[in-house]
């Protein structure tokens, strides 16, 4: 199946700091890719769709100004958490999608990047 | 309601144990199931990937769809102690658009 990075894995950052977290598609190109957030014991909740050229599309709730979006390519999408704040500890994951063979899309996901804010 | 209920468990079975695995869901327009594995701290991978109602088959896994039930199902035969993970169903309306997860099932299977 197709493979899906992030980087970094983890990263403690300090209150009040940014912290970008990038998603690349290593083996197709994505003109849409997904963030999600999940916290612990908790499903994946969607936070915003990324679409390669355009302005990304944020999920009810979801701050835009506080987590930057930004999908410069076809195989990259990073996500900016701006000034963050311990309640952004979470578990972050994106997804890319990708046409399979049958013509149908597939998400493939990355292996999620670990935010602590102390 | 939430769009997707599933019980999170945690669900622990010994090996060889046939696992069963359920999602229920509100939205009759949802026409794509998925079943997620995923490990602790990684990210979620695709084991079974469903269209509308039916059966499907592969390997050790089964996945069941009832759309008019709103029900559907992950059977694991013959489970192995490498299956202890988090399973997530998700559903979709169109393919490729926005998943809805389920809490997940955290499963662990003893040897």
């Known amino acids: ?118 | 309601q939430k769009e997707v209920e599933q019980d999170p468990g945690p669900l622990s079975v010994p090996e060889g144990a046939i696992v069963s695995l359920n999602c229920t869901y509100s939205n009759s327009a949802f026409q794509y199931f998925m079943w997620y594995r995923q490990y602790s701290r990684k990210g979620p991978e695709l084991l079974m990937y469903t269209y509308s109602s039916g059966n499907k088959e592969d390997g050790r896994f089964t996945a069941q769809v009832d759309k008019s039930s709103k029900y559907i199902s992950l059977f694991i035969r013959d489970s192995q102690p490498s299956d202890s993970a988090t399973y997530l169903c998700a559903m979709s309306a169109q393919p490729g658009n926005q998943f809805y997860f389920g809490t997940g099932t955290s499963l662990t299977v003893i040897p």
């Open chain 1, 1 to 118: 199946g197709a493979v899906v990075s992030q980087h970094p894995s983890r990263v403690i950052c300090k209150s009040g700091t940014s912290v970008k977290i990038e998603c690349r598609s290593l083996d197709f190109q994505a003109t849409t890719m997904f963030w999600y957030r999940q916290f612990p014991k908790q499903s994946l909740m969607l936070m915003a769709t990324s679409n390669e050229g355009s302005k990304a599309t944020y999920e009810q709730g979801v701050e835009k100004d506080k987590f930057l979006i930004n999908h410069a390519s076809l195989t990259l999408s990073t996500l900016t958490v701006t000034s963050a704040h311990p309640e952004d500890s979470s578990f972050y994951i994106c997804s890319a999608r990708d046409v399979t063979g049958q013509g149908l899309y597939e998400q493939y996901f990355g292996p999620g990047t670990r935010l602590t804010v102390t």
